[in-house]
């Protein structure tokens, strides 16, 4: 890309976004940061906004011999979002999607009680969320999480990420209260090209920031 990168790395916009979410007056009761990527910058929210900070989960779904297409995701309550577009397609159907998501709700629910070390997914019912992730390309995995705190009777949420094509961010504004997004380029190849440091976070690490309350 053109000009200089928006992020260091992810504690920098972490850091930029907890700011804006500052500016804009937003109030949680929760940050919940979708992991792996998303939780350093949600421990940057969490401490700005002197709300928990816990995780929600999703998995992707991938197409048949493309499992880098998302025919749809689930999270880890089995919530689902599903990409009717793709279905046009003679390769991907119904019996299909059911298979995947079977397998994937069960990947999730055992990544989020590890992260959470068994402990049950936290309750949203009537409280104010601020959901945080790294970034979003096509938005897949954001859509179910979202979609679960839809389904968990979540009074407010807010979508805090740093950048996204704008054709996304539209896109999951329909399903959010709110959309705080930093940075909508028109040209856009991948969330890692703005940033100056995007090296993989291991469950390892990511699972630090849970602890790491001021």
């Known amino acids: 890309m053109a000009g200089p990168v928006p992020f260091r790395d992810r504690t920098d916009a972490g850091e930029r976004l907890a700011a804006a979410l500052h500016d804009r007056g937003v109030e949680a009761d929760l940050v919940l ?11 940057a929210v969490a ?16 197409a048949p011999g493309n499992p880098e297409y ?10 689902v979002w599903r990409n009717d577009a793709a279905f046009r397609s003679d390769r991907v159907d119904d019996a299909y999607f ?4 079977d397998r994937q709700v069960d990947a999730a629910r055992e990544k989020a ?3 959470r070390d068994g402990d049950t997914e936290p309750d949203v019912a009537g409280k ?19 979609q ?42 991948g969330v890692g090209q703005f940033y100056e440091r995007f ?7 990511a699972m630090t920031y849970l602890d790491d309350a001021n």
């Not at 940061?33 to 421990?43: K, S, T, V």
């Not at 090296?199 to 690490?205: K, N, P």
């Open 199 to 205: 090296t993989q976070v291991s469950d390892e690490e």
């Open 47 to 62: 401490d700005a906004l002197d709300a928990p900070l816990d995780v929600v989960v999703a998995k992707k779904l991938g």
């Open 128 to 146: 104010r969320v601020v959901l945080v992730d790294d970034g979003v390309a096509t938005g897949s995995t954001v859509r179910a999480c979202l």
């Open 70 to 79: 998302a025919i749809g995701a689930v999270a880890s309550d089995g919530s």
């Open 113 to 115: 009680r590890r992260y």
């Open 148 to 189: 679960q705190l839809r389904n968990g009777d979540a009074e407010h949420v807010v979508l805090a990420i740093p950048v996204g094509p704008p054709d996304t961010v539209e896109a999951l504004a329909e399903h959010a209260d709110d959309v705080v997004c930093l940075a909508e380029p028109p040209r856009f190849q």
């Open 98 to 101: 059911e298979r995947e998501r």
């Open 33 to 43: 940061a979708i992991p792996r990527g998303g939780l350093p910058l949600g421990r």
